[in-house]
Structures are given as C-alpha cells and as structure tokens.
C-alpha cells in the first residue's frame, strides 16, 4: 500500500487544520484506516479512524468533538479536519491504512505512512 498523506502544518489555538491520506493499493477486505500522532518521549497513540464498510467513525477522548475523520471511497482516501485546536495537539501525525477495532484499543495493522507535523501554538 502506498501512502501519501497531505496537510499539517501551523495554526493558533482554537484554528483548524485538514489531513489528508490516500491509500493506493489498500486491500478491499480492510476494515477501517485512521491517524495516529506522536510526540517526542512517548508512544504513537491513536487518534481516529472510520470504517471502510460501514462508516463507523472512532475517536479518541482528547480529540471526540473537535475532529471530524470522513473518507472518500473511491479514491482510497481518508481526511481529518481538526477543528478547535489546542497546542496539546502538537505532534507527527501519521496515517494507517489498516486499523482493526478491538475490546481495548484501536490497533494499526498497516505500513505507517511519512508522517506530517502538526503545531499548534497558544
């Protein structure tokens, strides 16, 4: 699966910002994609993702309310608008074509993507 993610970049709090991620080649029998950021010092956490089947729509407590993930199916692509942001959002954002739903966690199954850096700043 090739991916190629677009977006990021700068905002002030209480901006907003759009992530894109196309996923060429993503087998049909994928569940679900999504985005996951990271910051230095800690482990990649997951952030949001839908459902290529239904589009059931998953979010972590930090972002539920404020970030929006929809995707367009026939081009393979995912985008997250990020609304009202906060500087705690400041991270490397990274885009998962597989994502699977489990009782504790929502688990990256895919390659990761290069990732996009996200500031935020108060």
């Known amino acids: 699966v090739d991916l190629v993610e677009s977006g990021g970049g700068s905002a002030q709090e209480g901006g907003s910002l759009r992530l894109s991620c196309a996923a060429s080649g993503r087998p049909v029998s994928t569940y679900a994609s999504g985005w996951f950021r990271q910051t230095p010092g800690r482990e990649r956490e997951f952030v949001a993702a839908?459902?290529?089947?239904?589009?059931?729509?998953y979010y972590a407590d930090s972002v539920r309310g404020r970030f929006v993930i929809s995707k367009e199916t026939y081009l393979n692509t995912i985008h997250l608008q990020m609304n009202r942001l906060k500087p705690e959002d400041t991270a490397v954002y990274y885009c998962?074509?597989?994502?699977?739903?489990?009782?504790?966690?929502?688990?990256?199954?895919?390659?990761w993507g290069q990732g996009t850096h996200v500031t935020v700043s108060s």
């Open positions: 839908i459902s290529w089947r239904d589009g059931k729509t």
């Open positions: 998962n074509p597989d994502v699977a739903e489990t009782p504790a966690a929502m688990l990256a199954l895919g390659s």
